[in-house]
């Protein structure tokens, strides 16, 4: 089981990360959130490392600023990328076959992308 300070750590580096590249690519975290259609509220929240940030969320993200998805996980231990993984697990275990198959071929969309 994944401890709530390593969980709590990661999500704030990932925060850390979003909002340098918001800042970078000169947007208020209001454009930002209207962009992706979260509430400013939520993004906020994920920039302080107060809410997880799913995947699809990191994918709109990452979209929106033209950065590589990698580049929101920056600076971040390798042990704690391979718990944030397995945080994914969760989600994943969850997930019908479809949902799957389509989570598959989204990633397979991101990686031709290379965005």
Do not use: V
């Not at 999500?11 to 970078?24: A, L, Q, S, V």
């Not at 107060?50 to 994918?59: A, G, K, N, S």
């Amino acid at each position: 089981m994944i401890d709530d300070e390593k969980k709590n750590e990661i999500f704030i580096k990932i925060g850390k990360n979003i909002r340098y590249y918001r800042e970078r690519a000169k947007l208020t975290q209001e454009k930002l959130a209207e962009k992706i259609c979260l509430s400013p509220k939520h993004l906020s929240r994920l920039e302080a490392g107060r809410h997880i940030p799913y995947f699809d969320t990191i994918i709109m993200i990452a979209k929106e600023l033209d950065i590589p998805i990698d580049a929101l996980l920056e600076d971040i231990e390798e042990n704690y990328i391979n718990t944030f993984l397995s945080m994914m697990k969760a989600d994943l275990s969850s997930m019908s076959i479809n949902q799957l198959k389509m989570l598959k071929q989204c990633i397979e969309m991101i990686k031709a992308y290379n965005f």
